[in-house]
């Protein structure tokens, strides 16, 4: 039987900043409608890995591939253009503009005045915006024309994630997305999640929180100083091996569609792939 396509697939992506190692011979990939939760501790090198998918860091060492096919992501224009769309930890909204504004922010629609005046289409954003954030997100934003910077986190983070719904995006990133929200609201995230997962968007999900994580992933994958010690579907781990993998009470555990990977390969792998020395 043919293995269901893969989306995204990373092999042996290294980012250094200066000394630091943010990411060491990283292997990574996600197929379309999979949750994969990224956990790790503070500095681990999260945040570094999508920034890598989303083109804002090129990598030092390693390739890219998307839907089989080889790519170079340069810049957040390349990701986008891909179909990824992320939320970042630091939410990447303008405050000072409305929901619809932000849902629409950088793909504005656009209506003809005189025949060849091109002039914002704002009825027709709100229009669309309002429906996206309803039908889809259960959020009612009817008439609500107050900055974003006014408004709660989750209700930010609605509008983040109804501009991916908008883009028809085929990967979502969502970097600590529940942190500072709400029971309710962590929730609607959850459900929000659970329904791109149906739509077969592939999510990518940051948190600190395992409740979360094992809550809404379908995998679980933990970074350790820059190198992944853990690839595992949710069912084959406990809470408390990822916790001991993040702190690195645990070695490793890589368990692939194959089945579970011996450490003492994954060594042999390494020591053949001819990566640089560290310097
Ligand atoms: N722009 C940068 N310049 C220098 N060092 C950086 C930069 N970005 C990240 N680093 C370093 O790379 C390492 C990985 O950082 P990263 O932000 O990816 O961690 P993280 O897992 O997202 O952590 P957190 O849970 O705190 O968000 C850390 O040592 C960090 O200090
Ligand atoms: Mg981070």
């Known amino acids: 039987m043919a293995s269901p396509p893969v989306l995204l697939e990373l092999s042996g992506i290294t980012k250094r900043f200066g000394g630091v190692r943010a990411l060491d011979d ?19 090198g999260k945040s570094t890995l999508i920034k890598v998918i989303t083109g804002i860091y090129p990598p030092d060492g390693g390739t890219i591939r998307y839907r089989g096919e080889p790519v170079e992501i340069r810049s957040r224009r390349d990701s986008q253009q891909l179909g990824i769309e992320v939320l970042y930890q630091e939410l990447s909204l303008v ?18 005045y005189l025949g060849f005046i ?8 709100r229009i669309e915006a309002e429906r996206i954030l309803l039908e889809q997100l259960g959020m ?20 983040a994630l109804a501009r991916a719904i908008y883009a028809e995006a ?3 990133i969502l970097d600590e997305p529940m942190a500072s929200l709400g029971v309710e ?12 997962r149906g739509a077969g968007v592939a999510v990518i ?28 579907p949710k069912d084959q781990i406990t809470p408390e091996e990822a916790i001991a993998l993040m702190v690195g009470r645990l070695q490793e555990k ?25 310097r």
């Open 170 to 172: 085929s990967l979502v």
């Open 118 to 125: 091109e002039l914002l289409d704002n009825e027709r954003m």
């Open 26 to 44: 990283v292997d990574f990939a996600i197929e379309p409608g999979e949750v994969v939760a990224l956990v790790g501790e503070n500095g681990a």
């Open 254 to 278: 890589l368990v692939t569609r194959e089945g579970p990977v011996p450490a003492s390969s994954r060594e042999e792998a390494h020591r053949g792939d001819g990566r640089p020395e560290s």
């Open 140 to 159: 009612d934003f009817k008439g609500r024309w107050e900055p974003i910077f006014l408004m709660s986190g989750g209700q930010q983070q609605a509008i």
């Open 205 to 232: 999900v940051i948190s600190h929180n395992l409740e979360h994580v094992f809550a809404v992933a379908d995998r679980l994958v933990v970074v350790r100083r820059g190198r992944k010690v853990g690839d595992v």
């Open 95 to 112: 405050g000072v503009m409305n929901a619809y504004q932000n849902v629409f922010l950088g793909k504005e629609l656009t209506k003809r």
């Open 185 to 196: 609201e962590v929730e609607r995230t959850i459900a929000i999640i659970q329904r791109l």
